[in-house]
């Protein structure tokens, strides 16, 4: 990172680490509520971490995986489910740099944030029409969509030409376009209201697809106008940094909560501080080792997917295992 990067990363820690303490007091809220409060959302957007993974021609930062993944298990550690939807949708700014420019200056042109996110998985069709196509379809688990102003859906698409089997693309519908369907009553991570997204017809002009074997590979028509080596990591095997980041925080979180607990906690009829229990600090030793150890393995691979991306280079099969 040059030096700029380095202070604007700086920064987004900073106001991260800042937020802990108030994610945690609104976290039984936003669970009960199923959906992240708006105060929430708005010190997000205010602290600049939606702008991570945005291109800098629409003031973005253009931060790496391995920043994304630590910004999102700091907020991991003050909610879990505000990690999830900051993470999913943070990290959609890639996606969508990866459309062509006249849809990424619909979704960040001016100081509009453009929130985006995603269903990656083919669970609608698309049908060509002049100009582009009518997209309908069912998706689910779609993270984010009660903040987010674009959703990509990925739809089998056809070709125009007669005979051609369906090809998966991914499309940018504007939330307006979309039906959310209420279907997240779930046990854990309640606030990130997950729910179904329907479509019914809505027609996408071209110039908002892009195809699945596009990104998969690590290409579309953005990375003409966006040629950081960000934009040219393949979608798929990138997709599950975002999400596993949150569990990160949690883990952290709970292992200082936990500490903190047995630091005021006596061991019934000798009185010993429990803290001073060797069993205890053993378990404490393996948590914290497990943790640290997590942290390592991922932030190395991110390390080594950002390098091989920034010489130019694709990443191998094993590197995407």
Known sequence: MNTSAIASYASLRTSALDMVPRLRARARVAEEARRLPQETVDELKDAGLFAIQKPARYGGLELGLEELVDLVAIVGRGCGSTAWVYGVTAGRALLLAKFGDEVQQEVWAGANDGL?????????????VPGGYRVTGHWHFVSGIDIADWAV??????????????????????????????????????????????VSGAFVPEHRTVSMTDLREGGGPGTQCNPAGLYRLPLIAINPYPILAPVIGMAEAALELYVRQTSERRTAGTGVPLVQNQMVQMRVAQAESEIDAAKALVAQDCRDAMATVARGESLTVEQRI
């Open 116 to 128: 985006i996110t995603s269903c990656i998985t083919p669970e609608g069709t698309a049908d060509r």
């Open 153 to 198: 859906f990925c739809a089998m698409a056809e070709t125009g030409r007669t005979g051609d089997p369906r090809v998966p693309t991914y499309f940018a519908i504007p939330i307006s376009d979309c039906e959310v369907i209420d279907t997240w009553h779930v046990a854990g991570l309640a606030a990130t209201g997950s729910r179904d997204v329907k």
